[in-house]
């Protein structure tokens, strides 16, 4: 058993210090999962990687419970948890951007058609979200790939080693779910 396995087993039996060093131990990569996740998700975020990393610390701390094997599946939590962070910055720059609420008023429609046509980075990262979540209701382990491989950067042996899969499986669930995104991205 490795070394994060074992700081991750002492975690889910309720020993919060083993937490707080697994999570240090794994810090550089969460570094890299975060900096890949905010240059997806737009310049309108206003956190730098440092930041992401410890807001999702925070969550990560604030989690009734964890339920994570090892460490591939720890890392693609942490993805999981970012991509939540990111999208809740998102949202709220989007309501702060269209007044919070209040309704626009345009005489002109042919500027509101243009303004409602064009998509920001932000709010392309928002439809990848709605997206995933749809395919989430479809079938959850198709999401649970495209999180570990797109997000935490994670290959499809350590997806397979995480999903108790072969390889073969992670590429053709990889597939099917680009397939479904595309479709749902396009529309």
């Not at 990393?53 to 604030?62: A, E, G, M, T």
Request: proline residues 1%.
């Amino acid at each position: 058993m490795s070394e994060i396995t074992e700081l991750l087993s002492r975690a889910r039996a309720g020993e919060s210090q083993a937490a707080h060093e697994a999570y240090a131990s794994l810090y550089p990569e969460l570094r890299r999962i975060a900096h890949s996740r905010l240059r997806q998700g737009g310049n309108r975020i206003s956190l730098d990687t440092t930041a992401l990393v410890h807001d999702s610390y925070l969550r990560f701390v604030n989690a009734k419970s964890l339920d994570v094997s090892g460490r591939n599946h720890f890392l693609a939590y942490a993805s999981k948890v970012m991509r939540s962070v990111i999208v809740d910055l998102i949202r709220e720059a989007n309501a702060e951007r269209r007044g919070g609420g209040q309704f626009d008023v345009t005489l002109n429609t042919a500027i509101a058609e243009a303004s409602s046509d064009s998509r920001t980075k932000g709010d392309e990262a928002l439809f990848v979200h709605d997206a995933l979540t749809k395919l989430e209701q479809v079938d959850q382990r198709l999401a649970t790939v495209v999180e570990m491989r797109y997000f935490a950067g994670l290959t499809d042996s350590e997806i397979a080693e995480c999903l108790g899969v072969t390889v073969r499986t992670v590429g053709r669930d990889w597939e099917k779910a680009r397939l479904f995104l595309y479709a749902m991205l396009k529309d």
